[in-house]
């Protein structure tokens, strides 16, 4: 069964939001969403803090940021301890980013044209495995830079 996943955006993604939780709802997520769901302008950083703290909870099996260009509010979120956010651009950067990096979340921005739809990513993102081996070293590494 499918678990839980938490989303936010800023105004610049408050559309591609919707259309994510759309798909994650007709794919038996149940989506704890942490807005903006209008247009009225905010700071991505405040959006990144506040959904990524409810991601940490331990309920969410992933989080999920946007913003214009999913540059701020990605940079954003990997300020947060234990998160490991992935601006992904592609399927197969989507893939890789749980395959390798075990990200956390992932991120995208609303303004931007990417070349796979947003829906193929995530899905490319929920199917895949994280590897481990020698890229579980590599993500104990990274979480080490937080000391
Ligand atoms: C907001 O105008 C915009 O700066 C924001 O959505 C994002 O693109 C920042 O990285």
């Known amino acids: 069964?499918?678990?839980?996943?938490?989303?936010?955006?800023?105004?610049?993604?408050?559309?591609?939001?919707?259309?994510?939780?759309?798909?994650?709802?007709?794919?038996?997520?149940?989506?704890?969403?942490?807005?903006?769901?209008?247009?009225?302008?905010?700071?991505?950083?405040?959006?990144?803090?506040?959904?990524?703290?409810?991601?940490?909870?331990?309920?969410?099996?992933?989080?999920?940021?946007?913003?214009?260009?999913?540059i701020g509010i990605s940079i954003s979120a990997n300020k947060i301890d234990g998160i490991r956010c992935a601006l992904v651009q592609n399927i197969f950067a989507a893939e890789m980013s749980k395959v390798h990096n075990n990200a956390n979340f992932i991120a995208f921005g609303g303004r931007i044209d990417y070349p796979d739809s947003v829906t193929d990513m995530v899905d490319a993102f929920i199917d895949a495995d994280f590897e481990g081996g020698r890229h579980l070293r590599r993500v104990d590494?990274?979480?080490?830079?937080?000391?």
């Open 141 to 147: 590494k990274i979480m080490a830079l937080e000391k």
């Open 1 to 70: 069964m499918a678990g839980k996943v938490v989303i936010g955006a800023d105004h610049g993604a408050f559309e591609l939001k919707e259309k994510i939780i759309g798909h994650l709802k007709s794919k038996g997520f149940s989506v704890k969403n942490m807005g903006v769901d209008t247009p009225d302008s905010v700071d991505y950083p405040d959006i990144a803090g506040i959904t990524c703290r409810e991601y940490l909870t331990g309920e969410y099996e992933f989080g999920i940021v946007c913003c214009g260009t999913g």
